[in-house]
């Protein structure tokens, strides 16, 4: 009976090189799988907190629909206190 124990075979340069690639890749992937988590809670958060509000507000117009076209040049300084 043999004494090798060494079932990974971690002598091996080349599969240790495979492993350390695969480990950065799970761990890219769990980072990816966090980060994406995060923004579907954000979404589902605004989405529940939209369904709060009353319909009259979900469905008025848009209080400035031209906003954009706007020449910020034309509008007189104002400010903020």
Do not use: Q
């Not at 480990?23 to 709060?52: D, E, P, R």
Request: glycine content about 4%; overall charge negative; charged content about 20%.
């Amino acid at each position: 009976m043999s004494e090798n124990n060494d079932f990974l075979n971690t002598n091996d340069r080349s599969f240790r090189l495979r492993a350390d690639i695969l480990a950065l890749m799970l761990k890219g992937a769990g980072y990816a799988l966090v980060f994406c988590l995060a923004l579907w809670l954000v979404m589902a958060v605004v989405i529940g907190i939209g369904k709060l509000l009353p319909a009259e507000s979900r469905d008025a117009a848009d209080p400035t629909p031209v906003s954009f076209l706007i020449d910020p040049a034309l509008v007189p300084d104002r400010h903020i206190v």
